[in-house]
């Protein structure tokens, strides 16, 4: 059904190559030059894989060096470490310095944060070598998911490892030297596949899109599908509703109030929520409003205390991996779980009530609220009528 009009679009794209050799600029893409040990500009790859260099650019992975959020938890790192954050931080933020030992970020390639030729030269993860978990193989040679491949561009290595959560793992999961799992993304998806759950991270970070792997006019690819490189995270309102369902179960009168009672359950993440580092947040709200305009308010938070040295909480991401000592609590909703959180409010049995439960995603990386992220990403309200009302 899909593949037909893609059909139409393809052979399109194809005149429009013919047609333009006369008059447009038809020079085939640069010929890379593969030196070992050396990586390449993400500009060339995307000169043949145009569709998927396009997805890549708007990614977090693609800022991940450049960034002005992380730069200044980046600086405020080095600052307190004296430079110590340097080799810790850039491991995962500007990974091609584990080859190359460009710590100061002169190469326009460090800058590129985690690029295709990082990706396509890692052939599998070890964490036995916790400092730097990558078993790399850079030059000639892209592995990919692609079993039968065929480039002039560069040799193609067929790479099932690509399509196992192990790709991601090198970075998404982090212990740091005091023996704190900051990161547990990887580990947290390890317990979903336990309780039964069969998604892989690429499964749901990467669906397949309708694009060309490569640009028609330098080959024709039967198949329309690529692995969207985008990989939407907690930044992307669509992520977010996938993950949690909301619901207001139960409002009651009591002598006491308004008792309320709200089930959240997280149904579409493969990992906790929130996931990654324990500056995230996800609050629930619960407000009522009264036919009077009074105004009721209670919340939830879903998220880890982490605490430093001497027991204090850990709210900055630049202090998080070097002085973090111990998880003090973890709130967060596990792979299938469901809650009930059950409120309380003194809300008066003789006015109406409006009572809307909303889930916020809250990141504030810095703690400042310059830089925060506050997302409202659901949302459900129920009326209630006053009691007398309800009476014949
Ligand atoms: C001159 C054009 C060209 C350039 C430049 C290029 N590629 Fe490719 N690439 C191709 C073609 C053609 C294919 C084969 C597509 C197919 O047969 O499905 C391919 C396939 C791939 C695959 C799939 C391999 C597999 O077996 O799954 C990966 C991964 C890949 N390229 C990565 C890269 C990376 C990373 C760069 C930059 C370092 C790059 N490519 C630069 C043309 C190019
Ligand atoms: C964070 C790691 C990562 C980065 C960065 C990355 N890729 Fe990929 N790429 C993957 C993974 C993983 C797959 C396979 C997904 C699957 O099959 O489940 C893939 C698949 C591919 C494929 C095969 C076609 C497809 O979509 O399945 C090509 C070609 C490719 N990538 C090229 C690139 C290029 C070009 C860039 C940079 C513009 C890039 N990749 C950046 C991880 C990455
Ligand atoms: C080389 C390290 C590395 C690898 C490999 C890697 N990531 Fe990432 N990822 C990062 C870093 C660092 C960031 C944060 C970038 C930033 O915002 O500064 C990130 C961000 C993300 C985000 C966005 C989170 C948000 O806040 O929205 C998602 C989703 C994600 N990665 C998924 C994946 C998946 C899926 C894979 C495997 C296919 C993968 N990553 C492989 C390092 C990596
Ligand atoms: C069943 C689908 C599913 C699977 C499997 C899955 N994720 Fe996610 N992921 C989500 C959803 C939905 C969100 C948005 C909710 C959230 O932010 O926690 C998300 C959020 C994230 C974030 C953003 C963190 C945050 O909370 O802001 C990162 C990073 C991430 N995932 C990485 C991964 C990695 C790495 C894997 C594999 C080890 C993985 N995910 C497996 C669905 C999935
Ligand atoms: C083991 C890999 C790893 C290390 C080491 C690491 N990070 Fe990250 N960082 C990530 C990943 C993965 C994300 C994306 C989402 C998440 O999991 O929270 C991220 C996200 C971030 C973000 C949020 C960026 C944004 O735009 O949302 C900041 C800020 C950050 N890291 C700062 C640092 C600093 C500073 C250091 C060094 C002290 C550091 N990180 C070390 C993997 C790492």
Not at 273 to 295: A, C, E, F, M, Y
Request: aromatic content about 6%; glycine content about 6%; proline content about 7%.
């Amino acid at each position: 059904m899909i593949r037909r009009p893609m059909v139409i679009l393809t052979a399109l794209s194809a005149t429009l190559a013919i047609g333009g050799l006369a008059c447009r600029r038809s020079e085939p893409p640069p010929k890379i030059e593969f030196v070992p040990g050396q990586f390449v500009s993400a500009k060339k790859c995307g000169a043949c894989h145009k569709d998927i260099y396009r997805a890549w650019r708007q990614s977090l992975h693609a800022a991940a060096t450049e960034d002005p959020i992380f730069r200044k938890s980046y600086e405020d790192a080095l600052e307190l470490t004296h430079g110590q954050a340097k080799r810790l931080c850039l491991t995962c933020h500007a990974p091609t310095v584990v080859v190359t030992g460009d710590y100061d970020l002169t190469q326009p390639v460090t800058r590129e944060g985690i690029n295709c030729d990082f990706c396509h030269s890692l052939k599998g993860t070890d964490f036995s070598q916790p400092q730097s978990p990558f078993v790399l193989d850079v030059g000639a040679t892209k592995y990919g998911p692609v079993p039968d491949a065929a480039s002039t561009g560069h040799q193609v290595a067929y790479s099932p490892f690509h399509t196992t959560a192990l790709h991601c793992a090198g970075c998404h999961q982090y212990r740091n030297a005091h023996g704190v799992e900051l990161l547990s993304t990887y580990a947290e998806w390890e317990q979903y596949t336990e309780r039964g759950g069969t998604k892989t991270c690429q499964q749901c970070h990467m669906p397949q899109v309708l694009a060309n792997i490569v640009d028609p006019k330098v080959k024709r690819v039967e198949g329309a599908f690529v692995n969207l490189h985008l990989m939407p995270g907690g930044h992307s309102r669509d992520q977010l509703v996938k993950s949690l369902r909301l619901r207001i179960m139960e409002m009651t009168r009591t002598p006491k109030g308004l008792r309320v009672k709200v089930k959240v359950k997280n149904v579409g993440a493969g990992h906790m929520v929130p996931t990654g580092s324990p500056t995230r947040k996800v609050i629930l709200n619960l407000d009522v409003s009264t036919g009077s305009g009074r105004r009721f308010h209670a919340d939830r938070l879903y998220q880890r205390i982490v605490l430093d040295e001497r027991g204090r909480p850990i709210r900055k991401d630049s202090r998080m991996f070097t002085e973090a000592r111990r998880i003090e609590r973890d709130t967060r909703l596990a792979p299938g779980e469901e809650r009930i959180e059950e409120f309380l409010l003194p809300v008066p049995a003789s006015e109406n009530a409006k009572v809307t439960a909303t889930l916020t995603y809250f990141y504030s990386p810095h703690d400042r609220p310059e830089t925060e992220t506050r997302i409202d990403f659901m949302t459900e309200t129920k009326q209630l009528l006053a009691r007398w009302e309800r009476q014949p």
